[in-house]
């Protein structure tokens, strides 16, 4: 019972690079979202799918771009990375709306240098 | 807008103590409220959640929350802490039919369990 998924748990990227953070869910929830934890700032919602083809902005969702590719699988792009984006990424998933409640993947830490 | 605040940055209990983790909201409506909890180097976990009835919620873990109106609270309570419970809680509040972009965390308390 592998609940979200995320690949890789660790990155260090140079400032221009790109690249992208991949997030499958198992457990047929229609609704996908990608945050980010800073320090001090919490958790931040950068994007979210609330079903298969949609894809919407959230709080903070400058420099970074999204693909529901099907039902099970929301990924996180970084077209050129900057040190502002050094920060714990999570993919979390839910049965519909964020109030069923959300299941997380178990992050991505991002070093941009 | 909804907010969250979690008056408690940091609080240590010993292992057997009972706890309580204060969360206050506000919100115009009957909101959605949460617990969840994030052990190191982890995703977050929901512990309990609260959307009508009952004000005294139980959750995972041996936790529950009591809901309280009238001073915009929802407190989660434990009897006996395991060192296991060493963790970042977080409180957070939802609007109806959101999909995260009205859904507030709040700051979180993190809590340590002397042996």
């Known amino acids: 019972n592998a609940g979200v998924t995320q690949t890789p748990k660790f990155q260090v990227l140079k400032t221009g690079q790109s690249m992208t953070l991949q997030c499958a869910q198992d457990?047929?929830?229609?609704?996908m979202y990608w945050y980010r934890q800073d320090p001090g700032m919490g958790l931040r919602l950068i994007y979210y799918s609330a079903s298969e083809g949609t894809t919407d902005k959230g709080e903070v969702p400058n420099g970074y771009n999204v693909s529901r590719l099907n039902k099970r699988e929301f990924s996180l792009r970084l077209e050129s990375a900057a040190p502002s984006q050094t920060s714990v990424y999570f993919c979390?998933?839910?049965?519909?709306?964020?109030?069923?409640?959300?299941?997380f993947g178990s992050g991505t830490r991002l070093t941009v240098v | 807008a909804q907010s969250v605040t979690q008056p408690d940055i940091h609080i240590t209990v010993s292992e057997g103590a009972s706890l309580e983790l204060r969360c206050n909201y506000s919100?115009?409506?009957?909101?959605?409220l949460f617990w969840y909890v994030q052990s190191p180097g982890q995703g977050l976990q929901l512990l309990l959640k609260y959307f009508s009835g009952d004000t005294l919620v139980q959750g995972i873990k041996g936790f529950e929350a009591e809901f309280k109106r009238s001073q915009s609270s929802f407190n989660l309570r434990k009897p006996s802490v395991h060192w296991s419970d060493a963790a970042e809680y977080f409180c957070?509040?939802?609007?109806?039919?959101?999909?995260?972009?009205?859904?507030?965390f709040g700051p979180g308390t993190r809590l340590s369990v002397l042996p």
């Open positions: 979390a998933s839910s049965e519909a709306t964020a109030n069923y409640g959300y299941t």
């Open positions: 457990m047929n929830h229609n609704s």
């Open positions: 919100y115009g409506a009957t909101p959605y």
């Open positions: 957070a509040v939802g609007a109806p039919w959101n999909y995260g972009q009205n859904f507030v």
